[in-house]
């Protein structure tokens, strides 16, 4: 399995910034997913995101309010813009296994709180 | 489109008692099934993992759990439940390019 970390693991931001959140893997992966965890809720895939191409958003995000990088193969970057409250939430990102019957290995996330 | 139902939020359970947590999926396919674990801040953390053969599958922790195809279910247990191990519970379904979770279930262990 891949060892994932992320920066920041939390931040506390003012409403109408932004936070940029990194991921870093330990070795290459075609695909990274980012993924939002509201309180008390789910995770929800917001995109994922591919190495030399645009980042694939899931229904009800979008790359003006998620924006994506994804400069290499072990690194990707996750900006929350314009933050509300309601942005509040865990941050993880994710990589698949390297079979088809595999899972996907997740990072500590990072919790973020919008005042 | 694959779905997952966890129908229990919080589970509460005495330390030492069995546990069994649901999942009910919906898949077109013959479906990959996973169990994850969270414990308070912390990431998600694989517990087991079902895709072919036995339908019985143990995982870490102790922790096994049982595909029944005619009942769509995946359900999770523990003979004998530890205080590590309240944490939020998350099953899903798809596999390492898709996952889909169900809501997830809070344990809670009393003494």
């Known amino acids: 399995s891949a060892v994932i970390s992320q920066k920041p693991s939390r931040d506390i931001c003012q409403r109408g910034t932004s936070l940029t959140i990194q991921c870093q893997v330990d070795?290459?992966?075609?695909?990274m997913f980012w993924y939002r965890q509201q309180p008390g809720q789910s995770l929800t895939l917001i995109a994922t995101a591919n190495q030399g191409s645009e980042a694939t958003y899931e229904s009800g995000f979008v790359i003006d309010k998620f924006p994506i990088s994804r400069p290499n193969l072990t690194f990707s970057t996750l900006t929350v813009s314009n933050m509300s409250p309601e942005d509040s939430s865990i941050y993880l990102c994710s990589v698949p296994g390297r079979l088809l019957t595999d899972t996907q290995y997740f990072g500590p996330g990072t919790r973020l709180t919008v005042l | 489109a694959q779905s997952v139902t966890q129908p229990d939020i919080h589970i509460t359970v005495s330390e030492g008692a069995s546990l069994e947590l649901r999942c009910n999926y919906s898949?077109?396919?013959?479906?990959?099934l996973f169990w994850y674990v969270q414990s308070p801040g912390q990431g998600l953390q694989l517990l087991l993992k079902?895709?072919?053969?036995?339908?019985l599958v143990q995982g870490i922790k102790g922790f096994e759990a049982e595909f029944k195809r005619s009942q769509s279910s995946f359900n999770l247990r523990k003979p004998s439940v530890h205080w590590s191990d309240a944490a939020e519970y998350f099953c899903?379904?798809?596999?390492?390019?898709?996952?889909?979770f169900g809501t997830g279930t809070r344990l809670t262990i009393i003494p």
């Open positions: 899903a379904v798809g596999g390492n390019e898709k996952l889909t």
């Open positions: 070795s290459q992966v075609t695909m």
């Open positions: 079902y895709f072919s053969g036995d339908t």
């Open positions: 898949y077109g396919a013959t479906p990959y």
